[in-house]
Nanobody, 122 residues
Framework: QVQLVESGGGLVQAGGSLRLSCAAS???????MGWFHQAPGKEREFVAA????????YYADSVKGRFTISRDNAKNTVYLQMNSLKPEDTAVYYC????????????????WGQGTQVTVSS
């Protein structure tokens, strides 16, 4: 069992940066880790994922080149560095852990955090 707690969200102006953290209660080295977001009235969407060792990362086209996912297995923590933020990035951001399967598919994630709000003002 893994419990995930996100932090680092907040209000930022367009063009600004935020760094989200996801702290796990258990060891995460055996899990693919991902970030998803959900805007009001919209479905939850894939943002980024990272493989178990951290050697491979995957991004949604909308954030490629602006966001960076990373992990520190020794600290059981995953990060999402978000730069050049846009108003359309406004959403609740969720951290998730997947034991197996496609890193982009929400259905493959076994554990989810409670989410952290990111609001980007224009």
């Amino acid at each position: 069992q893994v419990q995930l707690v996100e932090s680092g969200g907040g209000l930022v102006q367009a063009g600004g940066s935020l760094r989200l953290s996801c702290a796990a209660s258990g060891r995460i080295f055996s899990y693919i880790m991902g970030w998803f977001h959900q805007a009001p009235g919209k479905e939850r969407e894939f943002v980024a994922a990272i493989n178990r060792s951290g050697s491979s990362t995957y991004y949604a086209d909308s954030v490629k080149g602006r966001f960076t996912i990373s992990r520190d297995n020794a600290k059981n923590t995953v990060y999402l560095q978000m730069n050049s933020l846009k108003p359309e990035d406004t959403a609740v951001y969720y951290c998730a852990a997947s034991a197996t399967g496609s890193s982009r598919d929400m259905q493959n994630y076994n554990y989810w955090g409670q989410g952290t709000q990111v609001t980007v003002s224009s």
